[in-house]
C-alpha cells in the first residue's frame, strides 16, 4: 500500500512539472545567400510571438556543428536579433539560428530552418604540379599534371599547351584541376599553363598558373648502314660508312662494331654520322653493325658485310612493254643488269647522247646495286639505238657496255621473226601429222583387204543387201533397163553369179555415162 501510494505521488510530481514548461515558436532566419570572403554581412533572426518578461537568448550556428556558436543576440521585447558577420570560407555552407529563454530552463530551445549561404572566395596562387614525374621523358609514358590553388572555390579550369586550348580525346583527359594523357608522343611537349576562374555576381576572377615545359622525346628507331667506297690520291681505297636513323630527339650517339670488336663512336645533333675506315678491294672484312642510343631505347642495324667487288662479266639488257589502243605499243621498260659489282654505277645512251635522270619521254629509275630500270614513252623522240653501260662508282676509268638495241614505234609494233617462224612452223607440222595419219590409213587397209579395191568391197556389200530385198518392186526400173541395154544382156546379167556382180556394176556405169558424154 505504501508503495502504490509513493508512485501515485511521484506521477503527480511529473505531471505537474510538465505542465509548468512552455515551448517558443520557431525562429526565422534572414539574410543574403551568396557572400564574398572578407565582406561584412548582417543576419537578423525573428521570433513569432513575444514571451513576456523572458529575455530571449537568439545564436547563429553552422549546421551540424552546434558546439562553437557565429554570433548571439538578445531579444527582450521581441525585437529581431541581429549577427554582424565577417565571411570567411569556413561559412559556406547551412545556417541556423537558436532562440532559448535565458532564466527560465522550463523554455525548449528552438531552431530555425537552415538558410543556405554561398561563400565565394577569389581564386588565386594556381601552379601546376607534375604528378607523374619528370618534365623530360620518352614517347610511350603517362603525363599527369595537376593544377593546386592557394585560394579559391567554385572554381572552373582551362588548360592550354602552347597558347591554345586542350579538347578532350581519346587517351587526353582534361577533368577540373587534372589533366591525364595515358599515352604520349613528341606532339605532347611544349608549354603547358593551366586557368583557374571563379565568379561573384558580375565580377569574375582569374588566376593563371606558370608554365611547365614538357618534353616528350622520340625514341630512336633503328638506324640504315650503309658505305661508299672512295678512291685516295695514292691509288689506295676507303670505306665511309654511314650510321642515320630516320626518328628520335637528338642528340643521338651511333657506335660502331664489327663484330665484337668497338671501331668508333660518335654524337650527332642531326640523327646521322659517318666512319672512314680501310678499304681492300675484292676482300671480306667482316661485318659492320651501328648501334643507335638518345638515352632511352638502344636500337641496332643490320649487319653490312664490307667487302668491295669490282664489276664485272657481261652486262644484259632486256625489255617489257605496255599496250594501248588497237594493241599499239605506248610504254617501254628497259632493264640494265650487271654480271657482279658490288657499287655499280648505271648511264643509259640513245645513239651517243648520255640520258640523266629526266627527259621529255624517259626516266631512269636507278636500284643498285641489282639493276637500272629506262622507263620510254614510245613516239617519235624515242626512235633510236639504246645501250647500258656500267662502271664502278667510285673508279670510272673501267666501262663495260650492253649490246645494242634499236627501237621506234614501227620496229616495236612489227611481228617478231621468230613469232612468225613459230606459227608457220606449227601450220606445216600440223598438214604433215594429217597426210602421214592418211597414209597410215591407206597402208592399213591395204593390208587387211589385199588387193581388192574399195569399189569391189562396196559391191561385196550391196550384193549382199540387195540379196535380202524384194526385187519385184524394182520390175519396172529393170524394163527400162532391157529396154536400155539390150533385153539379152540383162538377161544374162540376170542369170549371172554373184561373183561377176563387179563387173557388170562397172559395165552399168559405163552404159549410164553415155548419154551424158555426147551431150
Known amino acids: 500500500m505504501f508503495a502504490f501510494l509513493f508512485v501515485v505521488m511521484l506521477g503527480l510530481c511529473h505531471c505537474s512539472k510538465d505542465g509548468n514548461q512552455t515551448y517558443l ?24 510571438k513575444h514571451q513576456k518578461n523572458e529575455f530571449i537568448l537568439l545564436q547563429l550556428f553552422k549546421k551540424g556543428n552546434n558546439s562553437k556558436w557565429l554570433g548571439e543576440s538578445t531579444s527582450l521585447s521581441g525585437e529581431a536579433g541581429a549577427f ?3 565571411i570567411r570560407p569556413s561559412h559556406d555552407g547551412s545556417l541556423e539560428c537558436v532562440a532559448r529563454a535565458q532564466n527560465n530552463s522550463n523554455i525548449q530551445p528552438t531552431a530555425s530552418i537552415s538558410h543556405y549561404l554561398k ?18 621523358f620518352f614517347e610511350g609514358d603517362k603525363l599527369e599534371l595537376l593544377c593546386k590553388l592557394t585560394a579559391g572555390n567554385y572554381v572552373s579550369y582551362k588548360w592550354l599547351l602552347n597558347g591554345r586550348l586542350i579538347a578532350q580525346s581519346p587517351g587526353l583527359l582534361p577533368s577540373g584541376n587534372h589533366l591525364l594523357l595515358n599515352r604520349t608522343t613528341s606532339e605532347d611537349s611544349g608549354s603547358y599553363v593551366c586557368v583557374a576562374t571563379n565568379h561573384f555576381k558580375d565580377a569574375v576572377f582569374t588566376s593563371r598558373s606558370s608554365d611547365v615545359e614538357i618534353i616528350v622525346k622520340d625514341v630512336v628507331s633503328a638506324p640504315d648502314i650503309s658505305f661508299t667506297v672512295l678512291k685516295e690520291e695514292s691509288q689506295n681505297y676507303s670505306a665511309a660508312v654511314t650510321c642515320q636513323s630516320s626518328a628520335g630527339t637528338p642528340p643521338v650517339t651511333f657506335t660502331l662494331y664489327n663484330r665484337t670488336e668497338l671501331v668508333g663512336s660518335m654524337t650527332s645533333q642531326d640523327r646521322g654520322v659517318a666512319f672512314k675506315l680501310p678499304l681492300f678491294l675484292g676482300q671480306y672484312l667482316g661485318e659492320l653493325r651501328c648501334e643507335a642510343n638518345n638515352g632511352g631505347p638502344v636500337a641496332h642495324s643490320q649487319w653490312l658485310p664490307l667487302e668491295v667487288v669490282s664489276v664485272g662479266g ?19 621498260r628497259l632493264y640494265c643488269r650487271v654480271a657482279k659489282g658490288s657499287h655499280p654505277r648505271y648511264r643509259w645512251f640513245q645513239n651517243k647522247t648520255l640520258l640523266r635522270d629526266r627527259g621529255s619521254f624517259y626516266y631512269v629509275a636507278n636500284q643498285p ?3 637500272s630500270i629506262l ?4 613516239g617519235r623522240s624515242s626512235a633510236g639505238t639504246y645501250r647500258c653501260e656500267v662502271s664502278d662508282s667510285f673508279d670510272n676509268t673501267t666501262a663495260i657496255s650492253s649490246r645494242k638495241r634499236y627501237l621506234d614505234k614501227e620496229v616495236l ?17 600440223l598438214i604433215l601429222l594429217v597426210s602421214v595419219c592418211c597414209g597410215l590409213g591407206v597402208v592399213y587397209r591395204r593390208r587387211q583387204y589385199g588387193e581388192r579395191s574399195l569399189l ?6 550391196t550384193v549382199a543387201y540387195e540379196g535380202e530385198l524384194d526385187l519385184s518392186e524394182y520390175e519396172e526400173d529393170a524394163d527400162v533397163l532391157r529396154r536400155t541395154t539390150g533385153g539379152d544382156e540383162f538377161d544374162r546379167a540376170s542369170e549371172a553369179s554373184a561373183d561377176e556382180w563387179p563387173r557388170i556394176a562397172e559395165h552399168r556405169k559405163t552404159l549410164e555415162d553415155e548419154p551424158f558424154e555426147a551431150l
Request: net charge negative.
Open 84 to 86: 554582424n558577420l565577417v
Open 413 to 429: 609494233n612489227r611481228l617478231p621473226v621468230p613469232v612468225v617462224a613459230t606459227v608457220f612452223g606449227c601450220f606445216t607440222a
Open 456 to 461: 569391189g568391197l562396196e559391191m561385196e556389200r
Open 369 to 371: 646495286p641489282e639493276q
Open 314 to 332: 657481261p652486262v644484259t639488257m632486256h625489255y617489257d612493254y605496255d599496250v594501248g589502243e588497237n594493241f599499239a605499243v605506248v610504254g617501254l
Open 25 to 48: 515558436g520557431i525562429p526565422r532566419l534572414f539574410g543574403p545567400s551568396e557572400a564574398l570572403v572578407g565582406d561584412i554581412v548582417i543576419f537578423k533572426c525573428q521570433m513569432p
Open 119 to 136: 561563400v565565394v572566395e577569389p581564386v588565386n596562387g594556381s601552379q601546376i604540379v607534375v604528378r607523374s614525374g619528370p618534365v623530360e
Open 375 to 378: 622507263l620510254l614513252s614510245v
